[in-house]
Structures are given as C-alpha cells and as structure tokens.
C-alpha cells in the first residue's frame, strides 16, 4: 500500500495513520466480568461494618465499570495511541524544557538494589543509596559553585520555598527580619508564590526596553527592608543577565541576599557557575536540566544549593560523610526542618545521578552549547518571519510574537493550534506576561537539524497561510483526534465524572 500512496500531506504532518475510536470504561463494562480470580476464603467471613467505623468505609460506586483484563489493557493502550510525548514527536515548549528521558536513567532506577531499597533501612545497610546521594550533592555543587546542596525538596518549587525560607531564618538569626522581596517581571509564576508563602511583599522590577533587569530601578527600591532578590539567570526571555555581577553587588550592599532560579541551567552549566556570580542559594531542576521525567511522568525533585553564609539553616537531615561511611544529621539547631518524608524522591535522584554520570564534564559543556544552538538556529531562521519584542541573540529559548500577523486576525493561540496538524507540540504561549502575544521556543539539546528544520518549515508555513486563508485558522487542529477545544467552557464547566445518561 505504501508504494501507491499517492497522499500529498506534507512530511511531519500531525494524526495520519489508525486511530481507534474508544468508549468510556463505564460504556465497555458488562455486568459478572472480571480481570482476576480469586481463591476461596481460608478464614472465616466478617461483616466490615463490625470491626470499621461507617464513617472509615466507603460507599459502592453506582455502575463501577466491570471488565477483563484483557478489555482494560487494549482500553488503555488505544488510548495511549492519542498521546503526545517526547518520545513520539518534538516537543519545543519553552521554560519548561521538554527534553527525552535517556532510557538508561530508567534501566538504572528498576535495578532491585534500588527499586526495592525500602528508606527505612537502618544506615549502616543504606551506604550504597547514601553514597550515590552524597556523590550527587557533589556533582551539582561542582556545576553550580555553590557550597552545599540539599537534594529533600520534591520539587522546583518546594526548592524555591526551602531557599526563601532560608533566607528568612538567615535574617532571624541576625534579629533583623525584614518584610520585602524583589522580583523581575520576568519571574517565573512561582517565584512570587514562594515570596509570599514566607510573609514577603512582593516588589515588582520592570524590565528594560532590551529584556534585562534595570539596574536604576534595582538601586531605587533596594533599601534595608529587603530580604533579597528572586531572579532568573539566563531570564525568562532566554536571555544572561550581562549586568549579574552588579545587580548582585546592589543587593549584598544592602544587606540582602540573591536568590537564583535554576529553571534555566541548562543553558549554562559546564559555561559558568551561579556560585561565582554573586548568588546566594538555587535551586536545581532535575526535569528540566538533568532529564529526569517531566509533570505528569514524576514525581519531581528541586534540590537546592547555598553558599556558606545558609548552611546551618539547611533542611534536615543533611546526609554527611565521616571517614568512609556516610550518615544521615538530624541534628543541627538552626535548620528549617524537614521538607519531605524519608529523604526526597530517591528514584528520580538517582536518574539524575546517571544522567551526569553518563555525560560527564565535556558532555554536560557540550549539552549546554547545543541547547544554545539550537536555539539560536531557529531565532535567526524565523526572526523576520515573526515578531521578536526583545531582539538579539538566546540562549536556550528564543520569544517571538504574533504582531506581525495582527492584520490578519491570526493569534498566537492560533499558531500553536496549527502546529499541532504537524505533529508538532505547541510552544509555550502568552508567557513570558511582558512579551504580548509571545511565543516562547525552547528546542532543548536532544533535537536533531532535520526535526529543528521541519519545525522552522511549519512556523513560515502557518505565517504565509495566515495571510491566505486566515479564517482557517480558528478550526485547527483538523488533523488530530481531538480537535478545537473550547477552552474557556473546559476551564468553567469541566466534566470530571461520568453519569448514566438516566441522571
């Protein structure tokens, strides 16, 4: 058949193969069927009622889908068959850093020695899983700069709220608490979050005209009610903040401290260290810099690294090394405390661990310089075509906008509808909030010339057809199994839970 396809769809366009229609569990169910088999009771039947409270048991669900086993596998794998992944097409979603998960991180994770670790093993029969958590800590201080690291936050934003909530006991510990926080424009969401979850009022700083933090406006608001600074480096707009050493130097001189938002390491790591720039603690996105799974793949993990000044506020326990075995420390007086059960998410630690482990010094430089290339190669292909509100060169994310295509009608939310017809995920859209109508390009890496030359096709495809048939645009994606969405009702009115059609 595939000799005679005489289909004139574009290479790399989205949904063109068999794509199975799939009905609802409840809808699949037939009444007496199940997936297991049980044997009979070797002890005598009780009543649940007489030994839980009826408050402890749960109610019968009406209608509970009743299926085999093979019913629900094939239920389970059509559905897959609608997904999108990493590893089934490119995935440019700035900020977010949608890089593929090296197999053998996941190889390593399901060895038994670890997958069957239980974290309550007395320490003297943890030393490998401590060990390799020590050697860990170590890695991200040697690419970071920083003094210490702390792997316990599940996440990038539990390593954010660990730092402010160190930076808030350092000030305690001087009798000096104070009440404000800086924050670019440019911040990533949970920055402010982070700020305000520890008693901060938040100060917006405005960007200059060329995306980089203005260091006038620094020094006005700068005074000794400031805890500190939140940044990004390189910032939301995928560009280094050239002016770091001095912004850094504006706070410390007040008495503040800098934290760093690590989300965009990957653009720098094996470069230069945040350590050597003034930064007094970041965190470290294992998903997004160091390929551990991403959002729903996780569970995450945000260590976070301080210099020396934030070491004795550090979560507890800090795993240490005296002689040649490794232990857990509880005991330290001026810690925030714990922030996770046991010691963190100890499988995702661990495909971080191999991931360095596997790339090494050179590789984690040269993971670094191609994220920036790829980059830059599709800015300098499509700047022209669309819209930079902040032109020059990236690092590892490039932002453009729908201006150019304002008399058109087209709009952002259009473009990346259209992307999805080829087979391509949509970028990061209306972020960051100070690029109208942005568009916020993040290759990662991991993606080949040819994958980065279809994606730039598409890009000046979608924009020359705008200017075609621009009413086209409001019904893409046609190609998918799912179409247009209405967004605004799927946000007000979400169907979370099937009835029978009789209620």
């Known amino acids: 058949m595939g000799a005679n396809n005489t289909s004139t769809q574009p290479k790399g366009i989205g949904t063109k193969g068999l794509i199975f229609e799939e009905s609802l569990l409840f809808e699949l169910s037939s009444h007496g069927r199940k997936a297991y088999s049980l044997p009979s009771l070797d002890v005598p039947d009780v009543d649940i009622k007489s030994i839980l409270p009826q408050a402890e048991i749960r109610d019968e669900i009406k209608d509970f889908p009743e299926l085999s086993e093979l019913d629900v596998v094939r239920h389970y794998t059509r559905l897959s068959q609608w997904n999108f992944s990493i590893e089934t097409n490119f995935y440019p979603l700035g900020s977010c850093t949608m890089k593929y998960n090296p197999k053998i991180n996941d190889q390593m994770a399901q060895l038994p020695q670890f997958s069957q670790h239980h974290p309550a093993t007395p320490e003297p029969l943890s030393q490998g899983s401590l060990e390799l958590m020590h050697d860990l800590q170590e890695f991200l201080k040697e690419i970071s700069g920083m003094d210490s690291v702390c792997l316990q936050p599940a996440a990038g934003a539990q390593g954010e709220l660990a730092g402010m909530l160190m930076i808030h006991a350092w000030h305690q510990s001087k009798g000096a608490q104070r009440k404000k926080v800086l924050l670019p424009d440019s911040a990533h969401g949970t ?33 000794e009610e400031v805890a500190g600074i939140m940044l990004t480096n390189p910032n939301t707009l995928g560009k280094f903040e050239k002016d770091i050493l001095q912004i850094t130097d504006i706070v410390h001189k007040k008495g503040g401290l800098v934290y760093c938002d690590g989300a965009n390491l990957n653009a720098i790591m094996g470069m230069t260290k945040m350590g050597e720039m003034g930064i007094d603690v970041m965190h470290f996105n294992l998903h997004k810099t160091f390929s551990t799974p991403h959002g729903g793949g996780g569970p995450g993990a945000g260590p976070v690294g301080v210099k020396k000044i934030l070491e004795p506020f550090l979560p507890v326990p800090v795993i240490e090394k005296k002689d040649t075995s490794f232990h857990l420390n ?174």
């Not at 917006?204 to 020094?219: A, Q, R």
């Not at 630690?349 to 482990?357: G, M, N, T």
């Not at 970028?427 to 890496?445: Q, R, S």
């Open 330 to 503: 509880y005991e330290r007086p001026q810690s925030i405390g714990k922030l996770k059960a046991f010691y963190g998410n100890f499988g995702i630690l661990l495909r971080a661990y191999v991931y360095i482990l596997s790339l090494g010094k050179k590789g984690i430089k040269q993971a670094c310089q191609m994220a920036v290339l790829n980059a830059n190669y599709i800015r300098s292909h499509l700047e022209g075509t669309y819209h930079q509100p902040y032109p020059g060169d990236s690092l590892h994310e490039c932002i453009f906008s729908d201006k150019n295509l304002q008399s058109t009608g087209v709009k952002t939310l259009d473009i990346a509808k259209a992307l999805i017809d080829y087979g391509i995920h949509p970028p990061t859209v209306y972020f960051p909030l100070i690029a109208k109508g942005a568009i916020m390009i993040e290759p990662t890496e991991t993606e080949s010339k040819e994958t980065l030359d279809l994606f730039i096709k598409a890009m000046k495809e979608i924009a020359e057809n705008a200017t075609k048939d621009p009413e086209s645009f409001h019904n893409a994606p046609t190609m998918p199994k799912v179409s247009r969405l209405d967004e605004t009702q799927a946000a007000r009115k979400p169907v979370l839970r099937w009835l029978p059609a009789n209620n």
């Open 191 to 223: 920055n402010p979050a982070s700020s305000a979850l520890c008693g901060y009022q938040v100060i917006s700083i405005p960007s200059n005209s060329n995306g980089f933090i203005d260091l006038e406006v620094l020094e006005s608001v700068m005074d």
